[in-house]
Every structure is written in C-alpha cells, then in structure tokens.
C-alpha cells in the first residue's frame, strides 16, 4: 500500500507542475497574445517533448488507474468532509477535462492541429462561450482538488503553519490571475475578430478540424467517457461483490463504555468505528501518515498481523508501546477490544506534536533544581519578605532555563521543574540542561551577593538532570492545563537532585546525560544511586561545582 500511495504521490506532483505552469501561460494573457505565445513555446517544449510527455502521459495513467484502485480498496465509504470533497473532485475532473483534452492535444496528435491560444480563446470566447464558462470551472475544480491534497499532505510538516499564509496567498492568487489572462485575452481576440479576413485566416492557419475531423473528435470524447464510466461501474460493482462476500464472516470490535462495532473481516479498526458512527480521530484521513489514530489492543491482540513497514515507522516516532496500533492500518481477523488514545477532535497540529493533552512518549532532559536551607530561613521572615525572596529567586532561574532553550514546567515551594530537547531531542536537551545547570547557579549566587545584607547565609542551589524516555503532554484540569512530563526519569532526576544534598554538590546527573550531551566526565567522581521503587541502580557524576563542568 505505501507503494502505491507514493507512485500516486509522484504522479500527482507531475500533474500540479503541469497545472501551475498552465496556469501561468494563462496569466501572461494580462500582458498580451504576443506573451501568451511565447509563453507556450517554452510549456510546449517541456510537455512534447520526449521526457514531458512520458511524464505528462504517464501521471495522468497512475494518477487515474490507482485513483479507481484506492476507491475499490476502501472499506468504507465513511470518511471526512475534505476527503469525500478531494475524491468527489477527483472523480469528476476526468469527465469534464476530456472536452478540452480532446480539442487540443488529441486534435494536435491526430490531425496536426495548431492548438493555438488565438483559436483556443476564439472558441472559447466568442464561438462557444458556454464552453469556456465550462473550461474556467473546470480549470479552477482541478486546482482545488490538487490544494486539498497538497494541504493534507503536507499540513504535518513543522514548517507549514510558518509558510500556510504564503502559500495560501499563492493558491489564491495564481488562478486569479490565470482566469483574468484568459478574460484579457478574450477581448483581444475579439478585437481582432472584428478585422475582416482575420477568422477566417487564423483558423486556416491552425488547420481547425472540419466536419469529419470533428465527428472523429467527437467519437474518441464519447469512447473516453463511455471506458471510463464503465470503468466506475465496474469498481463499484466490485466492492459490493466483496461487501457480500465479507459479510459471511463479520467481526465483532469493542471500544470502552461497551460500545461494540460489528464490522465485516477485513476491515480496518478505523472503517469499522466509521461504519458504526464512532467518533475517531484521524489526521491524515487514514492513509497512515499520523499517529491520531491509534488505538490500545486490550485484548485480541495475538491474532493481528506485525505492523508493516509504514505503520512500524509511525509507532516508532511516537514511541507506542507493543500494544498500540494505528486503527487505519489494522485489519483484525478476529474480535478484539480496544481504547482509542486520542480525542476525536485532536487538531492538525498535534498529530505528532508533543503538547496533546493526551501525551506522546519521548525521549528529553529532566531538570530538577532546590533552594538549600530557604525553609529554615524563611521561618525568621516576614511573609511579604519571602514571597520577595522566591520571587527573585525564580526569575532568575526560569530566565536561565528558558534561554538555554527549556520549558519552565513547575515551580514547587522552592524547588523548580524544567524540561529539555521536547523539540530538539535528548542529544540537544542534554546539553541544554547542562548550560542551564551552569546559568543556574551563577545566576543565585548573583542574586545572593545582591541580597546579601538581607541574608542570613548565602544562597545555594542542588541540581539533578536525568535524560530518558518520559510522557509528555497537557495536563490538568478545567482552565488549569500546563505542559509536563511523568514517569521513571522524572523521579530518577527528582531523585539526583536530593543526592546533591548527600554529597553536598551543586550537581548530580546520570551517565544517560553525559551520553547523549557527548560530554567526558570521567574526571568527576562516579557513583551507583539506588532510587526508590525502581529495580537496579543508576550511574551519575557528581559534580561539586558546576563552574568546573566542561562547556558543551
């Protein structure tokens, strides 16, 4: 299946090409026929040639044949409003195309007709402008449908949401312009139409086809539409014949609250929740480009098939647990149980992102950080004095966290909790935190030498940083939502920070730390730590001060 997804892909990326560079043929019509012209040598050059017309010939043939196939191959016929638009579009263009295909390029190949822009537009324009009305929506039909795809496409990208509006701006404008070419050109035809001789003339020279070419013409539009019609009929016959046949042997899947989809053999978990009117979250439409709709096997899962290559790379990217499968890609055999994992509503941006509130498991830096000896001192102050006091204290390090690039995530008592690499990865979020360790620290003693009259000791600082695989996501409740991560490398690091109170450090991190930030710390002394309700121990460096950590 991802074969043909991409050969489908590749096809339609040809066909946008050709699109956008007829489009602007079109557009020169603004500057005059003269420009047109031109303008088409060059699109004429590409497209007849040997190579352009493969490629032209060719997509148009993978594009339409594997079009007909995903149609049969789909279960259901259940799907979003944008995808039954784009497959709507995509079904109707053929029809409305052939007219013009036919009069120009067919006409050209056969009978070695000029398919010029002044014959085109006077057809167009003056003889049969029902036609060009036709021509224009059709034109216009065709660009939507290849913007839809490309959005849906390419809307997981990080990059899109900074370049939508220009390319928003682009796929509203290029039409634009090519229909008010064609409108320019119209009334220059027309003005030249009223030149005596000048029809007459241009369309001698064009060798326009006379009645028995335009029978022959109209003979090969009819054969296209009457194959392709047939074409349609028998996809459609043949996905009910199936439908008949899967229906012998139905399958029976559960979701939570004792919903139950009953759904004939074959079917995916995601055609099985449409079929049934179960709401499920599904980005990309079902063809496995996103993970928004994977679900949890609860049981049944020994009887599905290994995920194939596409689902395997998407589970991956997410981290999934063994028993997680994207419902789009599963097509369960037996009864199973499962519990889809994301909101139906999830938005586009949190395909892969790793802010939903549902979660994604990754890999990042954990930091922890506590104020020595404050509660002590807090109890000879005024409330006013350290709610001052902690106020200083945690801007100046959520300052540091946030320049060397980490996400301030808690702020506890006097304790702080920062994550790092959820966007860059554990290698760069290693390193982060360790620059933001060394800020830290620096950044206290600042703001203890400047509080100093007011101080009964000077301020100090412990900090743990532990990088590993934790869940991230949105947590909380009613308006009280933050992003923040759970699992054993947040209480590992929870746990270096209490160490640096044992060995009287200003910083304790796991050997996981120095691993990934690259960094040799072989000359601090090393130690097995032993962490509450976790089997085995973890190896950490104990830096006495972070002024002598190596810079990363």
């Not at 849906?152 to 390319?167: E, I, K, V």
Request: glycine share 8%.
């Amino acid at each position: 299946m991802i074969v043909v997804r991409r050969l489908r892909l590749g096809a339609a990326y040809v066909l946008l090409l050709y699109l956008t560079l007829h489009f602007t043929n079109h557009a020169l019509g603004l500057i005059s026929l003269d420009a047109m012209a031109a303008g088409r040598w060059w699109f004429l050059a590409l497209w007849r040639s040997a190579p352009g017309a493969l490629a032209l010939y060719g997509a148009i043939t993978v594009h339409g044949v594997l079009a007909l196939w995903l149609l049969y191959d789909r279960r259901s016929l259940r799907m979003p409003l944008w995808e039954a638009a784009q497959y709507s579009l995509g079904l109707l263009l053929p029809a409305l195309l052939v007219v013009h295909v036919v009069g120009t390029r067919i006409a050209w190949w056969r009978f070695g007709t000029d398919d010029s822009y002044p014959r085109i537009v006077l057809g167009l324009w003056m003889l049969s402008p029902e036609h060009g009305a036709r021509q224009a929506l059709t034109l216009v039909l065709a660009w939507l449908h290849a913007c839809i795809g490309v959005h849906y496409w390419l809307r997981f990208r990080p990059w899109y949401s900074r370049a939508l509006p220009w390319l928003f701006a682009s796929a509203l404008l290029l039409p634009t312009l090519a229909l008010l070419g064609f409108v320019s050109a119209g009334r220059e035809v027309a003005a030249l139409a009223r030149t005596p001789g000048w029809t007459e003339a241009m369309l001698r020279a064009a060798k326009a086809p006379g009645p028995s070419e335009a029978a022959q013409l109209l003979a090969i539009r009819r054969g296209f539409l009457h194959a392709y019609l047939g074409a349609l009929v028998l996809v459609l016959a043949a996905r009910g014949v199936r439908h008949l046949l899967e229906r012998r042997r139905s399958i029976r899947i559960a979701y939570p609250n004792g919903r139950v989809a009953v759904a004939p053999a074959g079917f995916t978990i995601l055609d099985a929740s449409r079929l049934a009117g179960i709401p499920h979250a599904s980005v990309c439409g079902g063809r496995g480009r996103c993970s928004t709709c994977r679900v949890r096997i609860a049981s049944g899962l020994e009887y599905l098939m290994a995920p194939g290559e596409a689902e395997r790379r998407v589970l991956a990217r997410v981290g999934a647990a063994p028993d997680v499968r994207l419902a789009c890609q599963t097509h369960p055999t037996h009864d199973v149980s499962v519990e889809p994992l994301l909101a139906p509503s999830i938005a586009p941006a949190e395909a892969f992102g790793t802010d939903a509130r549902q979660g994604r498991e990754q890999e990042l830096a954990v930091l922890f950080a506590d104020l020595r000896g404050f509660t002590r001192m807090a109890e000879n102050k005024l409330p006013y004095d350290v709610v001052f006091v902690l106020n200083r204290y945690f801007e100046a390090v959520g300052t540091a966290i946030t320049r060397a690039g980490g996400v301030t995530n808690q702020f506890i008592g006097d304790g702080v909790m920062a994550l790092f690499g959820i966007e860059s990865g554990p290698a760069a979020g290693s390193r982060q935190a360790l620059a933001a360790a060394r800020a830290m620290v620096a950044a206290v003693s600042a703001l203890s030498a400047e509080l100093a009259a007011d101080l009964a000791a000077p301020l100090r600082i412990g900090v743990g940083i532990h990088t590993g695989p934790a869940v991230v996501g949105r947590m909380g409740w009613g308006e009280s939502f933050y992003l923040t991560a759970v699992g054993d490398t947040v209480h590992v690091a929870a746990r270096l920070e209490q160490a640096t109170k044992d060995y009287s450090a200003e910083l304790v991190v796991s050997e996981d730390v120095a691993r990934h930030a690259a960094l040799d710390l072989s000359r601090f002394p090393a130690h097995d730590l032993t962490v509450r309700n976790r089997a085995g121990q973890i190896a950490v460096r104990v830096i006495d001060r972070v002024s002598t950590l190596p810079t990363t």
